[in-house]
């Protein structure tokens, strides 16, 4: 069948096509993944058309027994595709015409593939973005689960990547499950952005059918029908909200999985990645290399790809559907596909993860953690907290050049060093009780930890979108 068929829209023309112009132009090989979504829309569409009296029934209930048979032939992997019917729209069409003859023929009847393919691609998008969402809740309800389990871990928060103040593992955790919440946020937008019809539109201008959007609407459960033919056909603004998301999450993802290969690091050994998600190399037999933290992060690195290519693909399109549109796919599955495993992989590391609670401890006895609680200490006690901070780094400095532990000052040393450090002062010197005087909304503190814990699982539970 392949090469000499005649194309669906080949009545005009004498030659075939050159094998270039099927070879550049052919998207079978990324859009056949389309097929549920494309026979959903088509369904819909027949389903419309027999109801305006623009097809009989009899020719509707042909177009939806063909259309599931071919559905599960490609399920069952038995259906032939081919390259020169161009893409999945045109593979299913002809498919149908060749079982069921006459009534395929009138399948495409006020429809054009520029509305067609707009609502494929809202179809997949809505779909995919439910499948990334769901893993997203489950990421962070294991943070949210680790968070609780850990939470008397305290280790030294850092700036800088240098040691700044104790902070409780859990909070640490947890700033990384905040961030998520803010990406459930932004896809639950994309797909507010995706979720309005755009089957109607026709090529361009509307169709020269009596049609009802409104029913095909809510056959696919869309929440609205797109308002203008021409902005339906020439708009990929919800692959762009898409793009974007999946390059913010990647963003997050990258950082988190920068911070595991930091702790699984003989220097900071703050945690044990599970053989399971750790590699050996092939020449050093001691090795055990963070590959998957590795590549989540180098995975942002082509989400990011993703979004600059589209948006330099539609740059300077003229209206209405132009085929450079078809370029929209790759990158969009790419992303889809790139983020769902990137989540899978962040899940199975933390979920495989040992927690050195006992290094990360010792780790708060450096780089002086608790000095801003000693100057604290001073303000509270009146003195302005300028001056606070040059009498603690009096105390630092002092330490630093005698080689005197810190942590370990006795009452009388700090006494000597200003008069307005009390016999109370040398208690707030230690790291493992700092946490517990971050006192504000939102900080350290069990509490406060723990209340992050329960909105955080309240968020989870509470639906996304309507
Ligand atoms: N495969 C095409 C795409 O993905 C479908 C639309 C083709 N429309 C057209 N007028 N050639 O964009």
């Not at 259309?67 to 299913?92: K, P, W």
Request: one cysteine or more; proline letters at 4%; hydrophobic letters at 40%.
């Amino acid at each position: 069948m392949a090469g000499g068929e005649k194309k669906l829209w080949g009545g005009r023309f004498e030659k075939p096509s050159a094998d270039i112009t099927e070879r550049l132009s052919a998207s079978i090989h990324f859009d056949a993944r389309l097929y549920r979504h494309d026979i959903r829309g088509s369904i819909a569409h027949a389903n419309m058309l027999a109801k305006t009296g623009i097809i009989s029934p009899a020719e509707r209930d042909a177009i939806v027994a063909g259309l599931r048979e071919i559905e599960r032939e490609i399920d069952a992997g038995t259906f032939r595709f081919e390259r020169s019917r161009e893409d999945i729209h045109m593979n299913i069409e002809a498919a149908l015409t060749e079982r069921i003859g006459e009534p395929g023929r009138k399948l495409h009847t006020a429809r054009s593939r520029n509305d067609q393919v707009a609502l494929d691609t809202r179809l997949y998008l809505r779909d995919a973005i439910d499948e990334i969402d769901a893993r997203l809740a489950r990421l962070i309800t294991l943070l949210s689960d680790l968070a609780e389990r850990h939470i008397d871990i305290v280790m030294p928060g850092y700036t800088h990547l240098q040691v700044a103040q104790p902070v409780r593992f859990s909070q640490h955790l947890l700033a990384h499950a905040w961030a998520l919440t803010r990406d459930r946020r932004r896809l639950a937008f994309a797909r507010e952005s995706a979720n309005e019809l755009p089957l109607g539109a026709g090529a361009l201008a509307g169709v020269n059918y009596p049609t009802d959007r409104e029913m095909v609407r809510d056959e696919l459960g869309f929440a609205g029908i797109t308002p203008n033919s021409m902005d339906t056909v020439s708009d990929r603004d919800f692959a762009l909200d898409f793009l974007y998301c999946a390059a913010a999450l990647g963003m997050h993802l990258s950082r988190f999985c920068e911070e595991l290969v930091l702790w699984s690091s003989a220097e900071f050994n703050f945690v044990r990645l599970a053989d399971g998600v750790t590699t050996g190399s092939s020449i050093m037999p001691q090795k055990r290399n963070p590959d998957l933290a590795e590549l989540i992060r180098g995975k942002s690195g082509r989400l990011y790809g993703n979004l600059i290519g589209l948006l330099a693909t539609l740059k300077g399109l003229p209206l209405a559907y132009n085929r450079d549109m078809q370029e929209d796919k790759e990158p969009l599955f790419d992303s889809a596909d790139t983020v769902t495993l990137a989540l899978e992989g962040m899940i199975e590391m933390l979920a495989t993860m040992t927690v050195n609670a006992d290094v990360m401890r010792a780790a708060l006895y450096r780089n002086f953690s608790t000095a801003t609680d000693l100057a604290d200490y001073l303000a509270k006690k009146g003195v302005p907290f300028r001056e606070a901070h040059e009498i603690t780094g009096r105390v630092v400095a002092h330490c630093e050049k005698n080689g005197i532990d810190f942590f370990a000052l006795s009452a009388d040393a700090l006494a000597k060093i200003s008069p307005a450090f009390g016999p109370d002062a040398a208690a707030l010197l230690s790291p493992e009780t700092s946490p517990e005087r971050k006192v504000s909304a939102g900080g350290t503190a069990r509490e406060s930890v723990l209340r992050q814990i329960t909105a955080l699982r309240r968020l989870v539970d509470a639906p996304t979108h309507g």
